[in-house]
């Protein structure tokens, strides 16, 4: 059975902080990785990574991939009340359904003003 | 560009009784899906559709319908609710050219079955 598990469950910072927030998975046919960030209501989408070693950025957000050990970081650089949500991981196996991709249960990130 | 409207965004429902969750998409897109999401369990699949008349089960379908007879709609149907059943829903989308696997998400309904 395909398994995606964010760590933390929980994480509660200052403003500017720096924080890491985990993804390992077991997936069979692995294709990409992806992060949503959930704020109160839909999830938004962040980044997609396929290849191992290759940083995607957006702004104080980064993630990396590495395909030998299974697993996926998301940093904040410089935290800010309004990185407080939950961020979503899901790992896609290819084709074209959605039963393709399985959801990790989240890291719920406060940050403290 | 309204991207995925979800109604209602509340509701409240006695044991037994039936409704239906709506699901619209303005961006063309082939795929929809619909998920649950319950504390601590993530997102759970619970019925997808890859074009208009072509449904299919996810992880936990037992007790909702649904049908795809547009490209743009794909309502849920909760056929005799149950406290189970209580949870937030979310209709999402996506398409072959901006990529099946990157969804676009409603902004959720939160269903309560007493």
Redesign the interface.
């Known amino acids: 059975e395909d398994k995606?598990v964010q760590s933390p469950?929980s994480l509660v910072v200052h403003e500017g902080d720096t924080v890491t927030l985990n993804c390992s998975y077991e997936v069979t046919n692995f294709?990409?990785l992806?992060w949503y960030k959930q704020e109160k209501?839909?999830?938004?989408?962040l980044f997609?990574l396929t290849s191992s070693g290759i940083e995607k950025k957006s702004g104080r957000l980064s993630s990396i991939l590495d395909k030998k050990e299974l697993f996926s970081i998301l940093n904040i650089t410089a935290t800010q009340t309004g990185d407080s949500a939950v961020y979503?991981c899901?790992v896609?196996r290819g084709?074209?359904?959605?039963?393709?991709?399985t959801?990790?249960?989240?890291t719920q990130l406060t940050v403290l003003p | 560009n309204a991207g995925v409207t979800q109604t209602p965004k509340f509701q409240v429902l006695k044991t037994g009784q039936s409704m239906t969750l709506q699901c619209a998409q303005d961006m063309n897109h082939e795929y929809m899906s619909w998920y649950r999401q319950d504390p601590g369990m993530g997102l759970r699949l619970i019925h997808y559709s890859v074009g208009a008349g072509i449904t299919d089960q996810g992880e936990v379908p037992n007790g909702y319908n649904v049908s795809r007879s547009t490209t743009e709609d794909f309502p849920l149907r909760l056929l005799s609710a149950a406290p189970s059943q209580t949870s937030v829903y979310f209709c999402a989308s996506s398409g072959r050219t901006t990529g099946a696997n990157v969804l676009t998400f409603g902004a959720g309904s939160r269903l309560t079955v007493l």
Request: hydrophobic share 50%; net charge positive; aromatic share 12%.
């Open positions: 995606v469950l294709r990409s992806l209501k839909a999830p938004t989408f997609m979503l899901a896609w084709g074209g359904s959605a039963r393709q991709l959801f990790g249960s989240g």
